[in-house]
């Protein structure tokens, strides 16, 4: 470039003016182009944030989602095993309480204690000191069932007790001859059982007798020998 010294003053030649225009413009060209792509950096990444916060909210809309539903199924699993265990505990009275019943020998020597807090009959060899069977039962309500030490005595297939409206089947004595049994839940005058009182087995129920599920009830009458210890604990 070359500056031309007059009595004017300074001038430039006309191809140096051109020059320096194309410089000016090619340095705005140039800035325009930078900042056109800090814009589109800031655009983008901006954009890649949005996105990314958008994905995260719906992964965690998707993720609540699924907390939900596994919460509701779980709900519903819930349910339906209090279901199950309530039905079971209303029919009761009507299975073995204490699964497989053992196979007593006829020369052993064995003991029934009755738990009154526990609302429980365990079988016991007295021999080897083992526990055989646990059964749920029903005791006399109001502290009615005696405590004590007694022994099993007579037996029968049923009987009915006009003046309580109720009766039971597989009773075995173990006080007073007939006073205070081993029998299973109640039954009507009919022979049917009266489920509202055998739905109460494992509360205390009865009148002072002990109350069984009818297979327990039975196997009891079947198995147990006259004079088998009876131990009723608080």
Known sequence: IVFVVHAGG???????????????????AVISLLGWQIYRAQATAHAQTVALTQKKATAKKASSKKASQKALAQKKTAKKVAA??????????????GGTYPTLKQTGTYKLTVSLKKQRVYLDDETTHKRLYTMICSAGMDNTTPTGTFAVQERGESFYNNSLGEGANY?????????????????????????AEAQKLGKPASHGCIRLSVPDAKWLYDNIPFGTKVVVNK
């Open 84 to 97: 199950a265990k309530k039905k079971a505990a209303l029919n009761l009275w009507k299975h073995p309480t």
């Open 10 to 28: 300074i001038s430039l030649r006309k191809q140096d003016r051109i020059l320096i225009t194309t410089i000016i413009v090619a340095m705005i």
């Open 171 to 195: 009773w075995v004595s173990w006080l007073n001859h007939g006073v205070y049994l081993f029998h299973t839940v109640p039954t009507d005058t009919a022979g049917n059982y009266k489920v």
